[in-house]
């Protein structure tokens, strides 16, 4: 998709408002269709006239009531009108601001709509099978922000090739994504825009210490990897933000080996991983000036002669004991570690993981919001704002001392599960005895986000991307309009 201002492509997009028709430009013959029902401007609404006036509706809703989630819904639905009608060029109106709304905001959210319909896993398909991908779209902007929209729409594709990247790397199954590939693909993606990556191996791994991200990875015959990704590109003394993504390129449970449709899908089970691996390309393509690490503890979680059990005692990188209760709690095990790599060796002054971690975020919050734990409160507040910015809601969770005493051993000093509920905080009141102390931090839980059984909003069956775009947003914390 090439997206251009002003140039006047293709066939004619109006978005019209239910309560305010000719708000961009008055139609010959919209009001008739409204009078007939055919169409009504409600939200995400498309009605294609086709022949001698071509033209294509798309409904923004009541005008008081527009949200840069309903236009990126909307130019969602624009997109597959488009693709269904086999039109690849088009010429969409948008020459006035709306109230409430930045124009540089709203014209990235039209291409964040379009972009993430464009987006299609069809690595698999033969070319007779793949799906055509949009044309020239052209947005015809007020002449006087003119620059501003194009600032807007190059930032916007830009964090669109970032979650774009993340679902291509979540949806691809296990056979062909594994600890070496991901790590190529990391490399191979992210050294070109300034990003320096990292990859260490077993013997490496095994050097830093790092004792539970091996014991779960022992299982596999595919050796574990350690990535490290540092985009540099702040002052000398401004913060260090680290990402940690759990990197699980396929989880069977282990010895809690999980029930056949459960498994079904767990080659998404780095969405972790892929969401910082996409936000690392998001932010170093846009160039932000800040000073980021990403971490991924990328391994498998298998059954053989060499696999953790479950009672086993384990270490860890920070010396912290564990009892392994569930071998299917392992995701925890490999971002103990990194985490706390994160904080000593790569000396970051804030932290966050993400991982789809718990099938309790799941029964709890649905696929609708991301669980968060957290030692911080200013650094949650950062971390909403970019969420609401990104549209991408989050949802944060209790850390009373009652669940950090649940994870407590008594042969060792950690228990990887417990039981009593609270599935979701405790994961996280676990993870937090391996942040550097005095460091800022925050969990965040993907399983019910990263990805989607179902098509809805403007999100694909798959990988959604969810939250490379809040992650880039925590970061670019200055982006203005």
Not at 29 to 52: C, M, P, Q, R
Not at 247 to 275: E, F, V
């Given at each position: 998709m090439k997206i251009t201002l002003n140039e006047k492509n293709g066939i004619k997009v109006l978005p019209v408002f239910e309560d305010e028709r000719d708000f961009f430009e008055k139609s010959v013959g919209l009001d008739t269709l409204v009078e007939k029902e055919y169409f009504t401007g409600k939200a995400s609404e498309v009605f294609a006239k086709l022949g001698e006036d071509e033209i294509i509706y798309l409904g923004l809703g009541k005008k008081a009531e527009i949200t840069t989630k309903k236009i990126i819904v909307a130019f969602f639905e624009l997109a597959k009108a488009l693709r269904k009608y086999k039109i690849k060029d088009a010429n969409i109106i948008f020459n006035k601001k709306l109230d409430g709304l930045c124009y540089k905001t709203t014209m990235k959210a039209i291409v964040d709509g379009l972009a993430c319909f464009d987006y299609d896993f069809d690595k698999y398909l033969s070319d007779d099978n793949k799906p055509?991908?949009?044309?020239?779209?052209?947005?015809?902007?007020?002449?006087?922000?003119?620059?501003?929209?194009?600032?807007?729409?190059?930032?916007?594709?830009?964090?669109?090739?970032?979650?774009?990247?993340?679902?291509?790397?979540?949806?691809?199954?296990?056979?062909?994504?594994y600890?070496?590939?991901?790590?190529?693909?990391?490399?191979?993606?992210?050294?070109?825009l300034g990003v320096t990556v990292e990859v260490y191996g077993k013997k490496e791994i095994e050097e830093l210490g790092m004792k539970a991200f091996l014991a779960v990875a022992v299982g596999s015959d595919k050796e574990p990897k350690l990535i490290v990704m540092k985009y540099m590109n702040g002052e000398a003394g401004d913060k260090l933000t680290a990402l940690v993504g759990k990197g699980l390129t396929y989880d069977s449970g282990g010895y809690c080996i999980k029930h056949p449709q459960g498994m079904a899908t767990m080659h998404m089970d780095m969405g972790g991983a892929g969401a910082v691996i996409g936000a690392m390309h998001a932010i170093a393509k846009n160039k932000v000036k800040k000073n980021v690490v990403a971490v991924v503890a990328s391994c498998e979680n298998l059954i053989s002669g060499k696999a953790?059990?479950?009672?086993?005692?384990?270490?860890?990188?920070?010396?912290?004991?564990i009892e392994v209760a569930n071998t299917d709690a392992e995701g925890r095990l490999t971002l103990a570690d990194a985490i706390y790599y994160a904080g000593e060796v790569l000396k970051a002054d804030?932290?966050?993981?993400?991982?789809?971690?718990?099938?309790?975020?799941?029964?709890?919050?649905?696929?609708?919001?991301?669980?968060?734990?957290t030692n911080n409160d200013e650094f949650m507040n950062e971390m909403d704002e970019a969420s609401k910015k990104a549209d991408e809601k989050l949802w944060v969770m209790p850390n009373d001392d009652e669940y950090k005493d649940m994870v407590k051993g008594t042969m060792t000093d950690l228990l990887n599960s417990v039981p009593g509920g609270a599935g979701m905080i405790t994961a996280g009141m676990f993870l937090e005895n391996f942040v550097k102390e005095g460091t800022p931090w925050i969990h965040m839980d993907i399983a019910g986000t990263s990805d989607t059984s179902k098509d809805y909003a403007q999100y694909k069956k798959g990988s959604t991307g969810v939250p490379v775009k809040t992650l880039y947003y925590l970061i670019n914390s200055e982006h203005t309009c």
């Amino acid at each position: 998709m090439k997206i251009t201002l002003n140039e006047k492509n293709g066939i004619k997009v109006l978005p019209v408002f239910e309560d305010e028709r000719d708000f961009f430009e008055k139609s010959v013959g919209l009001d008739t269709l409204v009078e007939k029902e055919y169409f009504t401007g409600k939200a995400s609404e498309v009605f294609a006239k086709l022949g001698e006036d071509e033209i294509i509706y798309l409904g923004l809703g009541k005008k008081a009531e527009i949200t840069t989630k309903k236009i990126i819904v909307a130019f969602f639905e624009l997109a597959k009108a488009l693709r269904k009608y086999k039109i690849k060029d088009a010429n969409i109106i948008f020459n006035k601001k709306l109230d409430g709304l930045c124009y540089k905001t709203t014209m990235k959210a039209i291409v964040d709509g379009l972009a993430c319909f464009d987006y299609d896993f069809d690595k698999y398909l033969s070319d007779d099978n793949k799906p055509t991908k949009l044309g020239t779209i052209n947005i015809e902007v007020i002449e006087n922000k003119k620059d501003k929209a194009k600032e807007a729409v190059e930032e916007a594709l830009n964090i669109a090739e970032g979650y774009s990247l993340t679902k291509d790397l979540v949806n691809t199954p296990a056979i062909d994504m594994y600890p070496e590939v991901l790590s190529n693909r990391a490399k191979e993606d992210l050294e070109p825009l300034g990003v320096t990556v990292e990859v260490y191996g077993k013997k490496e791994i095994e050097e830093l210490g790092m004792k539970a991200f091996l014991a779960v990875a022992v299982g596999s015959d595919k050796e574990p990897k350690l990535i490290v990704m540092k985009y540099m590109n702040g002052e000398a003394g401004d913060k260090l933000t680290a990402l940690v993504g759990k990197g699980l390129t396929y989880d069977s449970g282990g010895y809690c080996i999980k029930h056949p449709q459960g498994m079904a899908t767990m080659h998404m089970d780095m969405g972790g991983a892929g969401a910082v691996i996409g936000a690392m390309h998001a932010i170093a393509k846009n160039k932000v000036k800040k000073n980021v690490v990403a971490v991924v503890a990328s391994c498998e979680n298998l059954i053989s002669g060499k696999a953790y059990k479950t009672g086993d005692l384990i270490g860890s990188m920070s010396g912290k004991t564990i009892e392994v209760a569930n071998t299917d709690a392992e995701g925890r095990l490999t971002l103990a570690d990194a985490i706390y790599y994160a904080g000593e060796v790569l000396k970051a002054d804030r932290i966050v993981d993400l991982a789809t971690l718990t099938g309790a975020c799941v029964v709890a919050l649905g696929s609708y919001r991301t669980g968060v734990v957290t030692n911080n409160d200013e650094f949650m507040n950062e971390m909403d704002e970019a969420s609401k910015k990104a549209d991408e809601k989050l949802w944060v969770m209790p850390n009373d001392d009652e669940y950090k005493d649940m994870v407590k051993g008594t042969m060792t000093d950690l228990l990887n599960s417990v039981p009593g509920g609270a599935g979701m905080i405790t994961a996280g009141m676990f993870l937090e005895n391996f942040v550097k102390e005095g460091t800022p931090w925050i969990h965040m839980d993907i399983a019910g986000t990263s990805d989607t059984s179902k098509d809805y909003a403007q999100y694909k069956k798959g990988s959604t991307g969810v939250p490379v775009k809040t992650l880039y947003y925590l970061i670019n914390s200055e982006h203005t309009c």
